[in-house]
């Protein structure tokens, strides 16, 4: 110990203490520091517990939304004074504060932490007015943004509404600040434009998702752009947006890593574009093209195993593209829904030729013309189908409702809502089969008789009859990871 040293005693017996004034914590010297000196309050990096008397206690930061955390209260050990507080760190040393625990002292990734454990939003958006260094830490933590002209898919009636419009300006800002984000949606923003997705290069590195759902400014351009700045994409929803099968392709070669793409209502893409995902996206899973009537189906001819879950309702199919569709061998969901061309009545049979043998839910509603032959091949050829929607499918008949009560062993939904062609005969063979049947929907029409329906509930107690029509069926696109466990 050095001359200039000053040894610190117990203020009310002169018990030596063993602090020097060496040790004391000097890196936050300033105005604060020197008020909590004129308090006599003075903060040591370590203390002799040979020279306290310990007693815990539990101390709350004085923030309410921080989590308690464990001080010790330190007494001379020979009169009993109370002394100040310490911060456990090690067995023989504690971290003191002269009285007063200071949360302002914990570093940066204790702070994040802290951070992260905060779960009622308003707590997380107070944060950061606590003063710079926590608002830095706010923006440092913030994985998902999502503006409030964002949306899940609007109908034509909603985009007339008055949102907020992102300039590229203001994207440009939004980047800098929130650099760790790894969800963003600016579904709804009609007026961005592809100059604005230029700023995804530096900043983009760790994005997974991107929604651009409606953004009619942005071209085959812009999305080349959000290739190159985000390597890492693993889901973006393109709905309604006005690209074609160059900026499909330009996609295809940069994010590789692509598992979830929605195309739905793109109406300038073709096969050529979908054939450029399937082949170059190798962990693709899901696929949505809905009413984008350039694609036949042969496009995704030969992809990878890993693709799950295609969504093609209203797409102008053809029986090529079916057996396209299937060909991976690891389809479990396929809606195909809307199918009306004559040269489907047979065509459909491509569904059960083996390929779909893991099939666990299939939309066939308003196929009109499907045929029993369909029926028989895919309930022969798709033995783990647990819920088939065949709403306002007229041709099906006895042999066809006959074959799905006897192989369809593991059928639980069954969706007959309208068609005109179910009658007593074919109530009886799915009541006689489908024996893991809970749900059957169905609406009354002029060959389904009372007593059929009632003999219908009186054997099968076990199922629920209910005439509400459900348009849409499967798992929800935004959390399609939890289906494919």
Known sequence: MS??????????CGYPLNLTSSNRITSSIGSEYHKSVKKGLISFLSVDLSRFTQVDEVHCFPVSWVRYRSKTKLLCRKCGVHIGYGLQRSANMVDMVGGVTSIMLLPDDCLCFIFNFLGCRTDRESFGLTCHRWFNIQNLQRRSLQFPCSFGILGPSLLSLSCTDISSFHFYRILTRFQHLEYLSLSGCTELSDSALNYLKPYGSRLQTLCLDCCFGISN??????GEGCPSLTTISLYRCNITDTGLEALANSCLALRHVNLSYCPYISDSGLSALSQRCCELQAIKISSCRGVSGVGVRGCSSTLVYIDAECCNLEPEGIMSIVSGGGLKFLNIAGLSCSNFRNGLEAIGNGFAAGLKILSLRMCRSVTDASIVAIAKGCPQL???????CHEVRVLGWASIGSNCHNLEKLHVNRCRNLCDQGLQALREGCKQLSILYMSRNGWISDTAVELFKLYRCDVKITF???????PNWTNLDSYYE
């Open 3 to 12: 001359q200039a040293d000053v040894s610190y005693s117990c203020g009310s």
């Open 386 to 392: 647990q819920e088939w929607n065949l709403a306002l």
């Open 468 to 474: 509400k029509e459900v348009m849409s069926i499967g």
């Open 221 to 226: 351009y812009g999305i080349s752009l959000v």
